[in-house]
């Protein structure tokens, strides 16, 4: 029995790699947390801001919660079971009027974990719509491997490398707007992609990349994950600590050297680096 998915959204994510929206929090509560991402914003804009998004719930209390929030995490678990690890976090967020993009790709595509069992939740913080570049998923394109990607570097791509999957048919792909408070889920090898935010407001997403059974693997060598619920029997991650308090001097150290590792794995062989 699921314990906050129905059986609908776990038939639609099985056949089509991705369900939502699914009801996280009010809206007033979306609007406190996006309050203090904005207040860390300002406050700390060395730790969290275009070019310091990953990996940041180490760090700050808000996005810890958001990573461990009882509905997120029962939700991810009715997909993947009990026990579960946290790979890292992304916030994309997206200015109004801005011509920044990502590109048709999937998340699994350079994070050399294998096997591809993950599910990747993106949270809604403001009104992700089709105006303000809400993601798109193309059904159905998580039942094959991973497609060839080609390195754009594209200054208004958002993704690491603007990576992009090229002579794939993404006509059928299915935007799915999310209030504040709202998530979705996807498979981390279901092709998706989002556009431009056209609208006045900010898009602020929170995405969980993602939730994984402890039993997968990093193929690149070492790496960093994050236990969220039951037990890691296998130790194939280094395990980081939950903030205590925002700034937190352990999850701050800690958060510089999973972000450290996760840039050097998704560069891996990559003819440039950017900054984030
Ligand atoms: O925020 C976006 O538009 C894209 C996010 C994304 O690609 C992801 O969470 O996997």
């Not at 794939?168 to 556009?195: W, Y």
Request: glycine share 8%; aromatic share 8%; charged share 25%.
């Amino acid at each position: 029995m699921a314990d906050i998915l129905t059986q609908d959204q776990i038939d639609t994510y099985d056949r089509d790699g991705f369900c939502g929206p699914i009801d996280v929090m009010s809206e007033a509560e979306a609007g406190r947390i996006r309050a203090a991402l904005e207040a860390a914003e300002a406050a700390h804009p060395e730790l969290i801001g275009p070019e310091n998004r990953n990996d940041a719930h180490f760090a700050f209390r808000f996005l810890d919660e958001l990573v461990h929030h009882p509905r997120v995490v029962a939700a991810a678990g009715d997909l993947m079971g009990h026990d579960l690890i946290a790979w890292s976090t992304v916030l994309f967020v997206k200015e109004p009027h801005t011509p920044g993009f990502v590109s048709w790709h999937q998340d699994f595509t350079y994070t050399g974990v294998e096997p591809h069992e993950g599910t990747t939740a993106w949270i809604a913080l403001s009104p992700s719509t089709v105006k303000s570049g809400c993601m798109q998923f193309v059904p159905g394109s998580h039942r094959h491997g991973i497609r060839p990607h080609r390195d754009t570097f594209d200054d208004d791509n958002i993704l690491t490398r603007g990576q992009v999957i090229e002579d794939f048919d993404t006509d059928s792909a299915v935007p799915v707007e999310l209030r504040p408070g709202q998530m979705t889920l996807h498979h981390v090898r279901t092709v998706h992609g989002s556009a431009a935010n056209t609208s006045d407001h900010r898009r602020i997403g929170f995405a969980i990349q993602a939730y994984m059974p402890p039993s997968v693997h990093q193929s690149k060598g070492w790496d960093t994950a994050q236990l969220v619920r039951g037990e890691d029997r296998y130790g194939n991650f280094q395990l980081g600590p939950r903030p205590a308090k925002d700034l937190d001097p352990a999850g701050v150290a800690f958060r510089e050297l999973s972000a450290e590792r996760m840039s050097e794995i998704l560069y891996d062989g990559a003819a440039r680096k950017r900054a984030y």
